[in-house]
């Protein structure tokens, strides 16, 4: 709330600055203070809204310097109110803002990150210098567009001054190499979970209990901690685990959220102040020894397979990371980059950073001259016993249908293993997209919203094609403290997962179980 009131004094103070005065007001301003000062007041009551706009943003995290800043610049324009034009009203309504900051300081308790003060004192070091710059070329009669210039430059440098003293800085991912063995071996005792291997990406930070016998893995996007699936370790520790991390949390004014969490840990979260809980989509998994491709309603995939097989002469392979010799590894790469054609690699939830990974497994597709052309990565959930497809890449101009082929062997070869499951995707939205044009408006708003990105998300293909293998569905779920941050968190996400990026030229078309 006073993040939102100082947002409103900032607005007041712009459009105070931006229309005339009274007339008998500013007469009776200007024939009291100096010549020039109820100008200089104008410019102050703009430069303190503005101020005040970036700044309440902070103030809604609850940080320490922010408090500070907002505190000295509220008084800073109930004061360039008055001098500008005996505008009593706002200014009243700047100090009632200066009473609420000060009832409750000790709400703003998040430390500022020590390391912006370097960046900040280069950074003013440079404003200083600029400024400095503009006074001595000022005595020399320079024209008035290099003054503007030097102006401006100041002004774009004091903001980002400002920006790095707000904070937080960003935090860099950080794994030990004594950590990334603990984590690992915490998932292979107790990773029952389909998304648990990926907790282990190189671009995750992980938070390990006081004893170590639990984590949970997160990465930091701006001022979001994404924690990346539910806690992994002593079930135990997790209540204080994620109450810990949740302090910390608040200590660096970030935002938390739980991306992809199983239904029976919601009552966790709730119990941790992440109250505000939302399906945000539904991951598809198959049970291996109940999968089959005989009959009617799945006669597309079987033909599919069938014609890969039978006329283009696919054969099919399993290999295990460890057993893939160094000319097979450089195959796949090679099919890896070919796929990828110069684009970044998309992931966080579910997609594994590294096709190496020991413990995983490539389902591989050769061609008639025995060279491989497409393959499934598969990640375990080690204690579970069950896989998650992580990547799957094909050379561009392989035969239609090889997705269903590979996943149709996958499935042939996990049966035979005994593996419990395979998890195939997770397609968000799911429920909104399987809307039909009888549901209410809002849903088919969002449909169709949904569908207009289609060809940047691939939400709807990426759906349709796991539908066609009758999946079982476990729902996944985003926990949050407070809804007003959701707008945030879904962008972080999006960063996290690198969906914020160009769309695929139209030329290419991308298999949607490369997800």
């Known amino acids: 709330m006073l993040a939102a009131a100082t947002a409103l004094v900032g607005v007041l103070a712009l459009v105070s600055a931006l229309t005339p005065e009274l007339a008998d007001r500013a007469n009776l301003v200007r024939s009291v203070l100096p010549p020039g000062f109820p100008e200089l007041a104008r410019v102050l009551v703009l430069s303190f809204g503005l101020a005040l706009l970036l700044l309440s943003r902070s103030l809604a995290r609850g940080r320490r310097r922010a408090w500070t800043l907002a505190l000295a610049a509220v008084i800073g324009v109930a004061i360039a109110h008055l001098a500008k034009g005996l505008d009593f009203e706002e200014s009243i309504i700047s100090l009632l803002l200066v009473i609420g900051l000060l009832r409750y300081r000790s709400h703003f308790d998040a430390p500022g990150d020590p390391a912006a003060r370097r960046p900040v004192a280069g950074t003013l070091l440079a404003v200083t210098a600029m400024v400095g710059l503009g006074i001595v070329f000022g005595t020399r009669g320079m024209p008035d567009r290099v003054g503007d210039l030097i102006s401006a430059i100041a002004v774009l440098l004091t903001l980002r001054a400002l920006i790095l003293w707000l904070g937080p800085f960003p935090e860099h991912v950080s794994q030990s190499l004594e950590e990334r063995h603990r984590a690992r071996e915490l998932v292979e ?16 930070s992980f938070f390990f209990s006081s004893s170590g016998d639990s984590f949970l893995a997160y990465r930091l996007v701006g ?57 945000i989509g539904d991951e598809a998994f198959i049970r291996p020894e109940l999968f089959s491709t005989e009959g009617r309603a799945i006669r597309k995939v079987r033909q599919s397979a069938r014609k890969v097989s039978e006329r283009d002469g696919i054969s099919f392979r399993m ?28 992931g966080f939830s579910m997609a594994m950073d590294d096709l190496f990974t020991p413990g995983s497994l490539l389902a591989l597709a050769f061609d008639r001259g025995d060279e491989p052309i497409a393959f499934l990565h598969l990640v375990p959930s080690p204690a579970g016993g069950g896989y998650s497809l992580s990547t799957q890449r094909r050379l561009p101009g392989g035969p239609g249908g090889i997705s269903e082929f590979l996943i149709v062997e996958s499935l042939a070869w996990a049966r035979e293993a005994g593996v419990p499951e395979l998890s195939l995707n997770f397609c968000a939205f799911r429920s909104l997209l399987n809307i039909d044009e009888q549901g209410r408006l809002r849903y088919r708003l969002a449909r169709r919203t949904l569908l207009g990105f289609d060809s940047v998300f691939q939400l709807e293909r990426l759906s349709s094609f796991s539908h066609k293998f009758h999946p079982e569905w476990r729902p996944r779920y985003v926990c949050l403290e407070r809804l007003s941050d959701l707008p945030a968190i879904g962008l972080a996400y999006l960063r996290a997962e690198s969906l ?6 139209p030329g290419r078309k991308r298999s949607p179980g490369s997800a």
């Open 223 to 279: 001022s979001s901690a994404l924690i990346s699936g539910d806690p992994v370790g002593k079930q135990s520790e997790f209540a204080s685990l994620v109450a810990d991390f949740v302090a910390r949390a608040r200590d660096n004014g970030w935002r938390v959220a739980v991306v992809g969490a199983d239904r029976e840990r919601l009552s966790l979260y709730r119990e941790q102040g992440l109250g505000r809980i939302i399906k």
């Open 319 to 346: 290999v295990r990371v460890k057993d893939a010799d160094a000319e097979l590894r450089l195959r796949i790469e090679q099919i890896s980059v070919a796929w990828l054609a110069g684009r970044r690699e998309r």
């Open 500 to 505: 914020i990026a160009a769309p695929r030229s």
């Open 189 to 204: 005792s107790f990773g029952y979970d389909s998304l648990v291997f990926f907790t282990l990406r190189r671009d995750k």
